[in-house]
């Protein structure tokens, strides 16, 4: 099992930046990929970015492209995600998620994935 804790959200003024962190712990029985979803009021989850086990693949949602970076640190167990130019827009809560499987499913069946945190809130406001 693993579990996952997300930390760094809060408010933020448009065109701002916000990192938010994830922490995994537990024993996984396998590596895994990690990434990043969000949901915002009234509005189906969205994917925002994931990143494999070593880093070579990384893939982000379309309204996230050239803002938002997600990076992994393997030795800490932790992926982050830098959030520039923030919009209005990109309030919601933020969710992270872990699974063996990387990439695909992580746009076309998000359900599937074996692990997520509790979510941490970003809000984006002036």
């Known amino acids: 099992q693993v579990q996952l804790k997300e930390s760094g959200g809060g408010l933020a003024q448009p065109g701002g930046s916000l990192r938010l962190s994830c922490a995994a712990s537990?024993?996984?029985?396998?590596?895994?990929?990690m990434g990043w979803f969000r949901q915002a009021p009234g509005k189906e989850r969205e994917f925002v970015a994931v990143?494999?086990?070593?880093?070579?693949?990384?893939y982000y949602g379309d309204s996230v492209k050239g803002r938002f970076t997600i990076s992994r640190d393997n030795t800490k167990n932790t992926v982050l995600l830098e959030m520039n130019s923030l919009k209005v827009e990109d309030t919601a809560v933020y969710y992270c998620?872990?699974?063996?499987?990387?990439?695909?499913?992580?746009?076309?069946?998000?359900?599937?994935?074996?692990?997520w945190g509790q979510g941490t809130q970003v809000t984006v406001s002036s």
């Open positions: 537990g024993r996984p029985s396998s590596n895994y990929a």
């Open positions: 998620a872990a699974d063996p499987a990387c990439c695909g499913t992580w746009i076309t069946e998000p359900s599937s994935l074996n692990f």
């Open positions: 990143i494999s086990w070593t880093s070579l693949s990384i």
